[in-house]
């Protein structure tokens, strides 16, 4: 393979619905430019088939356009931009389906006050769900750098998003994140610090009536709990041990 297909993270060519054969004859393409099929089966290390299968997808897609000489075709990928457009359009038809979407979600019988989440993009979606979650404080307390899985570009994008809906954030960090906060201070935000020393891998945020538990294993584990009572009495605890501090 070409040094693109090795070096390349594509992790978010797979997060917009890009299989891993259509990475790999995409990417294969950029390199070659105008090509038959066969360089490209070549260069991707996919067999035959699939390859001719992949480019028909592809060109339906508007990601790869040919033209024919004599009876082979001659394949090119589409300008990389025009990726950004297909997200576009796809985010768009997708919030056109949103209302029909929460109506179905308000018409179920039950809803579990316990949800649970597995791995760095089960957890994202748990904290989105609590920035839906409301309320006018957003509070934390065991943050570890071991929540820097995440992305610290996630963080700050995630605080920002916090903030821009009015809601201030009193956080109680793992002494191991104060060189992070030094560097990185979020929005609205008050922070406190624990004692140096005992790492604990359980972070608890507290909003309005929900509670999320995270645990930073690998990969990441979190619990979402939608109970009022539940959340007051977290918020108790937490309130205890920001006065503490």
């Known amino acids: 393979m070409g040094i693109l297909l090795r070096s390349m993270d594509t992790g978010i060519l797979e997060d917009i619905g890009f299989s891993n054969a259509e990475i790999k004859v995409y990417l294969a393409l950029l390199e070659l430019g105008l090509s038959t ?8 290390g996919l067999q035959s088939s699939v390859v001719h299968m992949t480019l028909n997808k592809l060109v339906t897609q508007g990601f790869v356009s040919f033209i024919k000489e004599g009876k082979r075709n001659h394949y090119q990928a589409a300008n990389p931009k025009h990726i950004t457009e297909y ?13 029909e979407l929460i109506l179905k979600q308000k018409m179920a019988k039950a809803s579990s006050e316990v949800l649970t989440f597995k791995g760095v993009k089960g957890v994202r979606e748990l904290l989105y769900e609590l920035l839906e979650a409301g309320g006018k404080e957003h509070h934390t307390f065991g943050s570890a750098k071991e929540s820097l899985m995440m992305g610290e570009a996630f963080w700050v994008a995630y605080h920002k998003k916090r903030a821009s809906r009015g ?3 009193k956080l109680l ?3 191991s994140l104060r060189g ?3 560097k990185n201070k ?3 935000a008050q922070y406190k610090f624990t004692q140096q020393g005992f ?3 359980t972070e608890t945020i507290i909003r309005n009536d929900s509670v999320g538990i995270i645990l930073w294993a690998n990969p990441p584990l979190g619990i979402l709990i939608k109970n009022k009572i539940v959340a007051e009495s ?12």
């Open 37 to 44: 099929a066969g360089p490209v089966i070549e260069k991707s």
């Open 87 to 99: 997200i576009e359009e796809k985010k768009h038809q997708f919030e056109a389906l949103i209302p």
């Open 167 to 169: 809601i201030a954030a």
């Open 173 to 175: 960090f793992n002494e």
């Open 180 to 182: 992070w906060v030094g």
């Open 186 to 188: 979020y929005p609205r």
């Open 199 to 201: 790492e604990p891998l």
């Open 234 to 245: 977290y918020d108790k605890f937490w309130t205890l041990m920001w006065g503490s501090k």
